[in-house]
Protein backbone atom coordinates (compact mmCIF):
# COMPACT_ATOMS: atom_id res chain seq x y z
CA UNK A 1 0.00 0.00 0.00
CA UNK A 2 2.23 2.68 -1.02
CA UNK A 3 -0.49 5.47 -0.13
CA UNK A 4 -0.27 4.36 3.51
CA UNK A 5 2.54 5.52 6.13
CA UNK A 6 2.82 3.31 9.04
CA UNK A 7 3.18 5.73 12.69
CA UNK A 8 3.34 3.87 16.23
CA UNK A 9 -0.33 2.41 16.58
CA UNK A 10 -2.33 4.33 13.88
CA UNK A 11 -1.48 4.37 10.00
CA UNK A 12 -1.86 7.59 7.47
CA UNK A 13 -2.76 8.13 4.23
CA UNK A 14 -0.44 9.85 1.83
CA UNK A 15 -1.05 11.72 -0.93
CA UNK A 16 2.49 13.91 -2.79
CA UNK A 17 2.24 16.48 -5.18
CA UNK A 18 3.50 16.05 -8.68
CA UNK A 19 5.49 19.31 -8.65
CA UNK A 20 7.11 21.21 -5.63
CA UNK A 21 6.36 20.86 -2.84
CA UNK A 22 4.57 23.92 -0.79
CA UNK A 23 4.09 22.50 2.62
CA UNK A 24 3.09 19.81 4.91
CA UNK A 25 -0.82 19.09 5.80
CA UNK A 26 -2.56 17.15 8.07
CA UNK A 27 -5.99 16.27 7.14
CA UNK A 28 -8.28 14.81 9.92
CA UNK A 29 -11.16 12.57 9.40
CA UNK A 30 -14.88 13.19 10.04
CA UNK A 31 -16.27 11.16 12.58
CA UNK A 32 -16.91 8.35 9.61
CA UNK A 33 -13.31 7.70 9.75
CA UNK A 34 -10.93 7.69 6.58
CA UNK A 35 -13.22 7.02 4.54
CA UNK A 36 -13.06 7.81 0.77
CA UNK A 37 -14.22 11.37 1.16
CA UNK A 38 -11.31 12.15 3.16
CA UNK A 39 -8.77 10.33 1.10
CA UNK A 40 -10.51 12.93 -2.27
CA UNK A 41 -10.05 16.04 0.06
CA UNK A 42 -6.01 15.06 1.03
CA UNK A 43 -5.89 14.02 -2.81
CA UNK A 44 -7.68 17.75 -3.63
CA UNK A 45 -4.58 19.43 -1.69
CA UNK A 46 -1.66 17.39 -2.91
CA UNK A 47 -3.13 18.63 -6.26
CA UNK A 48 -2.53 22.32 -4.92
CA UNK A 49 1.50 21.24 -4.06
CA UNK A 50 0.83 19.84 -0.57
CA UNK A 51 2.57 16.76 0.85
CA UNK A 52 -0.46 15.80 2.58
CA UNK A 53 -1.06 12.93 5.48
CA UNK A 54 -4.53 12.40 6.26
CA UNK A 55 -4.35 10.03 9.87
CA UNK A 56 -6.64 7.28 11.01
CA UNK A 57 -6.93 7.97 14.57
CA UNK A 58 -10.68 7.00 15.20
CA UNK A 59 -9.55 3.09 14.07
CA UNK A 60 -7.88 3.05 17.54
CA UNK A 61 -11.25 3.55 19.07
CA UNK A 62 -13.39 1.21 16.71
CA UNK A 63 -14.27 3.00 14.14
CA UNK A 64 -12.26 1.84 10.93
CA UNK A 65 -13.18 3.07 7.65
CA UNK A 66 -15.15 0.04 7.39
CA UNK A 67 -17.89 0.78 10.50
CA UNK A 68 -17.62 4.61 9.30
CA UNK A 69 -19.55 3.37 5.86
CA UNK A 70 -21.74 1.64 7.61
CA UNK A 71 -22.82 3.70 10.45
CA UNK A 72 -22.96 6.64 7.53
CA UNK A 73 -25.17 4.17 5.16
CA UNK A 74 -27.66 3.93 7.81
CA UNK A 75 -27.81 7.73 8.99
CA UNK A 76 -28.43 8.52 5.41
CA UNK A 77 -30.73 5.35 5.19
CA UNK A 78 -34.42 5.91 2.83
CA UNK A 79 -35.63 3.50 5.57
CA UNK A 80 -36.77 4.99 8.92
CA UNK A 81 -36.25 1.92 10.83
CA UNK A 82 -32.69 2.19 10.00
CA UNK A 83 -32.11 5.82 10.55
CA UNK A 84 -33.73 5.21 13.88
CA UNK A 85 -31.11 2.39 14.46
CA UNK A 86 -28.23 4.17 13.54
CA UNK A 87 -28.43 6.41 17.04
CA UNK A 88 -27.86 4.12 19.50
CA UNK A 89 -25.35 2.51 17.46
CA UNK A 90 -23.21 5.67 17.09
CA UNK A 91 -23.29 6.31 20.69
CA UNK A 92 -22.07 3.12 21.30
CA UNK A 93 -19.40 3.53 18.58
CA UNK A 94 -18.40 7.06 19.31
CA UNK A 95 -18.16 6.18 23.49
CA UNK A 96 -14.51 5.85 23.54
CA UNK A 97 -13.67 9.09 21.81
CA UNK A 98 -15.18 10.58 24.55
CA UNK A 99 -12.51 9.37 26.71
CA UNK A 100 -10.22 11.56 28.41
CA UNK A 101 -7.44 9.24 27.67
CA UNK A 102 -8.64 8.95 23.77
CA UNK A 103 -7.78 12.80 23.69
CA UNK A 104 -4.43 12.57 24.68
CA UNK A 105 -3.82 9.48 22.53
CA UNK A 106 -5.27 11.50 19.78
CA UNK A 107 -3.23 14.61 20.18
CA UNK A 108 0.20 12.59 20.87
CA UNK A 109 -0.89 10.54 17.33
CA UNK A 110 -1.73 13.68 15.63
CA UNK A 111 2.07 15.35 17.27
CA UNK A 112 3.68 12.14 15.42
CA UNK A 113 2.35 13.25 12.03
CA UNK A 114 3.91 16.78 12.34
CA UNK A 115 6.80 14.89 13.34
CA UNK A 116 7.20 12.66 10.01
CA UNK A 117 6.26 16.16 7.92
CA UNK A 118 9.01 18.16 9.47
CA UNK A 119 12.00 15.90 8.23
CA UNK A 120 10.33 15.57 4.54
CA UNK A 121 11.99 17.06 1.79
CA UNK A 122 10.94 20.26 0.30
CA UNK A 123 8.50 21.07 4.06
CA UNK A 124 10.94 22.88 5.45
CA UNK A 125 8.63 23.83 8.54
CA UNK A 126 5.73 24.16 6.59
CA UNK A 127 2.78 22.83 8.79
CA UNK A 128 -0.65 23.06 8.31
CA UNK A 129 -3.78 21.18 9.97
CA UNK A 130 -7.19 21.19 8.79
CA UNK A 131 -10.44 19.15 9.54
CA UNK A 132 -14.03 18.07 9.76
CA UNK A 133 -16.27 17.52 12.04
CA UNK A 134 -14.35 15.50 14.73
CA UNK A 135 -11.47 16.11 12.53
CA UNK A 136 -11.92 19.91 12.88
CA UNK A 137 -12.00 19.77 16.59
CA UNK A 138 -8.17 17.66 16.93
CA UNK A 139 -7.60 20.67 14.23
CA UNK A 140 -8.13 23.34 17.06
CA UNK A 141 -6.37 20.60 19.44
CA UNK A 142 -3.50 20.41 17.27
CA UNK A 143 -2.68 23.83 16.71
CA UNK A 144 -3.09 24.43 20.55
CA UNK A 145 -0.53 21.53 21.49
CA UNK A 146 2.43 22.18 19.15
CA UNK A 147 3.54 25.71 17.79
CA UNK A 148 4.81 24.03 14.47
CA UNK A 149 1.68 24.14 13.16
CA UNK A 150 1.88 27.20 11.25
CA UNK A 151 -1.49 27.19 10.06
CA UNK A 152 -4.77 26.08 11.29
CA UNK A 153 -8.24 25.55 9.55
CA UNK A 154 -11.10 23.72 11.17
CA UNK A 155 -14.54 22.83 9.52
CA UNK A 156 -17.06 22.57 11.83
CA UNK A 157 -15.44 22.06 14.59
CA UNK A 158 -14.95 23.28 18.48
CA UNK A 159 -12.06 23.06 20.86
CA UNK A 160 -12.27 20.65 23.24
CA UNK A 161 -13.17 21.78 27.05
CA UNK A 162 -9.48 21.19 28.10
CA UNK A 163 -7.91 23.33 25.27
CA UNK A 164 -5.00 25.76 26.82
CA UNK A 165 -5.82 28.88 24.53
CA UNK A 166 -1.73 30.29 25.17
CA UNK A 167 -1.11 27.48 23.65
CA UNK A 168 -2.46 28.52 19.73
CA UNK A 169 1.15 29.85 18.27
CA UNK A 170 -0.41 30.51 14.10
CA UNK A 171 -3.70 31.62 13.09
CA UNK A 172 -6.92 30.15 12.66
CA UNK A 173 -9.63 30.17 9.83
CA UNK A 174 -13.04 28.48 10.48
CA UNK A 175 -15.68 28.00 9.04
CA UNK A 176 -18.99 26.80 9.74
CA UNK A 177 -22.83 26.64 8.81
CA UNK A 178 -25.11 28.91 10.07
CA UNK A 179 -27.22 26.40 11.07
CA UNK A 180 -24.88 24.36 13.23
CA UNK A 181 -26.95 24.98 16.30
CA UNK A 182 -24.61 23.64 18.84
CA UNK A 183 -21.78 25.28 16.95
CA UNK A 184 -22.54 28.79 16.44
CA UNK A 185 -24.12 28.98 19.84
CA UNK A 186 -20.49 28.47 21.10
CA UNK A 187 -18.94 30.40 18.84
CA UNK A 188 -18.62 33.85 21.10
CA UNK A 189 -17.29 31.87 23.73
CA UNK A 190 -14.63 30.67 21.23
CA UNK A 191 -14.40 33.75 19.56
CA UNK A 192 -13.73 35.58 23.12
CA UNK A 193 -11.25 32.95 24.15
CA UNK A 194 -9.10 33.17 21.31
CA UNK A 195 -9.37 37.28 21.16
CA UNK A 196 -8.17 37.13 25.07
CA UNK A 197 -5.17 34.91 24.63
CA UNK A 198 -4.49 37.22 21.00
CA UNK A 199 -4.62 34.54 18.59
CA UNK A 200 -5.37 35.72 14.99
CA UNK A 201 -8.69 33.61 14.78
CA UNK A 202 -11.42 33.84 12.05
CA UNK A 203 -14.48 32.50 11.61
CA UNK A 204 -16.92 32.51 8.27
CA UNK A 205 -20.50 31.97 9.16
CA UNK A 206 -22.24 30.24 5.89
CA UNK A 207 -25.74 31.58 6.07
CA UNK A 208 -28.69 28.74 5.18
CA UNK A 209 -26.40 25.92 5.43
CA UNK A 210 -25.58 23.55 8.67
CA UNK A 211 -23.15 20.76 9.33
CA UNK A 212 -21.52 18.99 7.42
CA UNK A 213 -21.50 21.79 4.42
CA UNK A 214 -18.47 20.84 2.57
CA UNK A 215 -18.97 17.18 2.01
CA UNK A 216 -20.28 16.61 -1.12
CA UNK A 217 -21.04 12.93 -0.88
CA UNK A 218 -24.00 14.03 1.28
CA UNK A 219 -27.17 15.44 -0.73
CA UNK A 220 -28.63 16.09 2.60
CA UNK A 221 -25.87 18.74 3.82
CA UNK A 222 -23.74 19.61 0.98
CA UNK A 223 -23.92 22.95 -0.37
CA UNK A 224 -21.84 24.02 -3.03
CA UNK A 225 -21.43 27.57 -2.94
CA UNK A 226 -20.69 27.61 0.94
CA UNK A 227 -17.60 24.29 -0.42
CA UNK A 228 -16.60 26.14 -3.08
CA UNK A 229 -16.15 29.53 -0.94
CA UNK A 230 -14.42 27.68 2.08
CA UNK A 231 -12.37 25.86 -0.26
CA UNK A 232 -10.91 29.23 -2.11
CA UNK A 233 -10.49 30.51 1.20
CA UNK A 234 -8.39 27.98 2.68
CA UNK A 235 -6.49 27.72 0.10
CA UNK A 236 -5.33 31.22 -0.10
CA UNK A 237 -4.99 31.01 3.74
CA UNK A 238 -2.31 28.21 3.60
CA UNK A 239 -0.73 29.78 0.18
CA UNK A 240 0.36 32.92 2.50
CA UNK A 241 0.93 31.46 5.90
CA UNK A 242 2.96 28.57 4.27
CA UNK A 243 4.74 30.84 1.70
Not at 75 to 102: F, G, I
Not at 188 to 206: H, I, L, N, Q, W
Not at 216 to 243: C, G, I, P, Q, R
Request: aromatic share 12%; with cysteine.
Amino acid sequence: MDNYIEFDGFSGYVSRPTGEVRGGLIVIEEIWGLVDHIKDIADRFARQGYLVVAPDILSHAGITPEVGNELYRLRNSDDEAERTRMQPLMREKMAPTQQPEYGSWAVSALKQVVDWLDVQPGVAGRIAATGFCFGGTYTFALAAADDRVRAAAPFYGAPPQTTEFDGFACPVRAFYGEQDERLITGLPEVEKRMSDAGVDFEATVYPGTGHAFFNDTNAHTYDEAAATDSWEKVNEFFAKTLA
